[in-house]
């Protein structure tokens, strides 16, 4: 891995070499966010998660969905979503959607009181 410097901060950088000599430079820097998703690839994520809810873990969503998008913008998509109460991952790392607003109002016209 080499590091190149970049508006004065060192970001890490590995280079790798494909089968047609192509070079391929990928930048690594977890305190800030390279890539930010859009609130399209927010909404396809939603998309596929609610279509494939209980089936699939990360990874196996991750080639489920429509587009390409680089796996880190997944991943920060999907802790959007788990902090936000849309999703749960169990234990063995399937995602679930948990989101369903006409069962919680209906719940609240029961007299369910949230907190």
Same mark, same amino acid.
């Not at 070499?17 to 890539?35: A, S, V, W």
């Not at 998703?37 to 699939?56: C, D, F, N, R």
């Not at 990360?58 to 969905?65: D, T, V």
């Not at 997944?74 to 169990?90: A, N, P, R, T």
């Given at each position: 891995?080499?590091?190149?410097?970049?508006?004065?901060?060192?970001?890490?950088?590995?280079?790798? *070499?494909?089968?047609?000599?192509?070079? #391929?430079? @990928?930048?690594?820097?977890?305190?800030?966010? !390279?890539? +930010?998703?859009?609130?399209?690839?927010?909404?396809?994520?939603?998309?596929?998660?609610?279509?494939?809810?209980?089936?699939?873990?990360?990874?196996?969503?991750?080639? *489920?969905?429509?587009?390409?998008?680089? #796996?880190? @913008?997944?991943?920060?998509?999907?802790?959007? !979503?788990? +902090?936000?109460?849309?999703?749960?991952?169990?234990?063995?790392?399937?995602?679930?959607?948990?989101?369903?607003?006409?069962?919680?109002?209906?719940?609240?016209?029961?007299?369910?009181?949230?907190?």
């Amino acid at each position: 891995m080499k590091l190149i410097n970049k508006n004065y901060r060192a970001y890490p950088v590995a280079i790798t *070499k494909d089968l047609n000599n192509q070079y #391929y430079i @990928t930048i690594y820097n977890m305190k800030n966010l !390279l890539h +930010s998703p859009t609130l399209g690839s927010v909404l396809m994520v939603e998309k596929a998660i609610h279509k494939y809810s209980q089936e699939y873990g990360k990874y196996q969503l991750w080639k *489920k969905l429509p587009k390409k998008m680089m #796996y880190q @913008t997944f991943l920060v998509i999907l802790d959007y !979503l788990e +902090s936000s109460g849309k999703i749960m991952i169990d234990k063995d790392g399937i995602v679930i959607w948990l989101w369903n607003p006409e069962r919680i109002r209906a719940l609240e016209k029961q007299g369910l009181v949230f907190k």
